[in-house]
C-alpha cells in the first residue's frame, strides 16, 4: 500500500473542494466554543434536574431504567430510548430547551460582536463565495438546537434560509422563504434593459431536530426569535432531543421540516462532516453511507476525537478521508487506501479554522 505523506493528503483534500460539498455539522462545532453544549453536560443536567417526587410512577420506572443503562455503561442516547411517556418527553425537552437556551444566550452576543469565533465561519463564508455556475446554494444540515451557525452566518454576511418565511411568527415553506435571497438585477438586453430575477449565493440550513426559536402553536410549526429563551407556558417547544425517537408527532414535523433533504442528498457526490461524530442515527443517513460505501463519494471528516462508528465506516469507504487529534498539539489524517495514518506534530488541523488557512488558504 502507499505510503501517505503531507503533499499527498495536503493535494487530495483541495482537490475536494473543487465540489460543492453536503455539509453535516454536529455538536462538537458548539463544543468548539464551549464544552457545556455537548451531550455530557446535558445527561448531567437531566439527571440533576429530574426529580423522583415529580414523576408518577410510570415516569420512575422508565427513569430508573435511564440510570440503570447509564451506570451499565451504556451511552446517553441508547439509554433515553427507555422513554415512552409523552408527559416524561415534554419534561425532558423543557428541560433540555432551558439550558441550552442559557448557553446559547450566553454566546450569541459575543459571536456577533466578533469576542469570540464560531470555528466554522471562515469554511462556510469560503465554500459561499467560491459557488459558481448557476449553483448558489450550499446545503447544510444540522442536529444541534443552539443558533450559533446562524449567529456567525449573520456577522459574517453569509445569507441563509431555512424554509421559514415571515415577520414575527415565521411559517414553514421552503419556496416562500427562497424569496429572501432573491433580487432583481436591470440587465441590458440590445437596447432595452430587462428586469432579471437573480439569487443570491446562500445556505439552506436543515435543523432536522429542530431549534431553540422553533415552537408548536394550533398545530403549525411556527419560528419565533422572540421565546428563544423565554417562551409562553402553553407554548410547546419542538426539539427532538436523546430517548424521543418514538415521539411520532416530533417525526412528522421532521419531516415537513426537511423537505428536500433526501432529494438533496442524492445530488452530491462530496460529504463533509464537521464536528459529528455519527451517534445520530436519524441523521446517519443510509443515503449518504450508501454512497460512501459503494458508490466511492468522497467525505471528509473533521473531528477533535474518533470513535468506533467513525472508523467502521472508514474501512469500509474508499474516498472517506478523517482528520483528528493526535493528543498533542498535532493532528492524524487517515485514508484506507494508504499503510498507516498521517501524524502531522505541528498542526492542529482537526479546528476548522485551521484547516481552512492550512488547505484552502485565507
Not at 99 to 119: C, R, V
Not at 150 to 168: C, R
Not at 187 to 198: A, D, N, Q, S, Y
Amino acid at each position: 500500500m502507499q505510503v501517505l505523506t503531507k503533499e499527498i493528503a495536503y493535494k487530495e483534500l483541495q482537490k475536494f473542494f473543487q465540489d460543492t460539498p453536503f455539509v453535516l455539522f454536529g455538536t462538537g462545532m458548539s463544543c468548539a466554543v464551549d464544552e457545556r453544549f455537548g451531550m455530557d453536560y446535558l445527561k448531567e443536567h437531566l439527571i440533576e434536574c429530574i426529580k423522583r417526587e415529580n414523576l408518577s410512577n410510570s415516569q420512575n420506572i422508565e427513569w430508573d431504567s435511564v440510570l440503570e443503562s447509564l451506570n451499565d455503561g451504556a451511552d446517553f442516547e441508547t439509554a433515553m430510548n427507555s422513554i415512552k411517556d409523552i408527559s416524561l418527553i415534554k419534561i425532558i425537552v423543557e428541560i433540555t430547551g432551558n439550558f441550552i437556551g442559557t448557553l446559547d444566550f450566553e454566546y450569541s452576543q459575543k459571536i456577533l460582536n466578533n469576542e469570540i469565533n464560531w470555528p466554522a465561519s471562515t469554511l462556510f463564508k469560503k465554500i459561499v463565495n467560491g459557488l459558481y455556475g448557476t449553483d448558489h446554494e450550499l446545503h447544510v444540515a444540522t442536529p444541534n438546537y443552539d443558533l450559533l451557525a446562524e449567529y456567525a452566518f449573520e456577522k459574517y454576511g453569509i445569507p441563509y434560509i431555512n424554509g421559514f418565511y415571515g415577520s414575527i411568527n415565521r411559517k414553514l415553506n421552503w419556496e416562500k422563504s427562497k424569496r429572501n435571497i432573491t433580487y432583481i438585477e436591470n440587465v441590458p438586453h440590445g437596447k432595452k434593459i430587462e428586469r432579471v430575477l437573480r439569487k443570491e449565493k446562500h445556505i439552506a440550513l436543515y435543523k432536522v431536530h429542530g431549534s431553540l426559536n422553533l415552537f408548536l402553536i394550533n398545530d403549525h410549526l411556527i419560528e419565533n426569535n422572540a421565546w428563544l429563551y423565554t417562551k409562553p407556558e402553553n407554548i410547546e417547544r419542538i426539539i427532538i432531543t436523546p430517548g424521543i425517537s418514538k415521539y411520532e408527532k416530533l417525526h412528522l414535523f421532521r419531516n415537513e421540516l426537511l423537505g428536500k433533504y433526501d432529494s438533496v442528498i442524492e445530488r452530491h457526490n462530496f460529504f463533509l462532516f464537521l464536528g459529528f461524530g455519527f451517534n445520530d442515527t436519524q441523521l446517519n443517513n443510509h443515503t449518504i453511507i450508501n454512497k460512501l460505501q459503494n458508490q466511492n463519494s468522497n467525505g471528509l471528516v473533521i473531528t477533535k476525537y474518533s470513535n468506533e462508528r467513525i472508523e467502521k465506516i472508514l474501512q469500509s469507504s474508499e474516498n472517506l478521508w478523517h482528520i483528528c487529534s493526535n493528543d498533542k498539539i498535532g493532528t492524524i489524517i487517515k485514508n484506507k487506501k494508504y499503510s498507516e495514518p498521517l501524524i502531522i506534530n505541528d498542526k492542529e488541523l482537526w479546528k476548522v479554522d485551521i484547516f481552512v488557512s492550512t488547505i484552502l488558504g485565507d
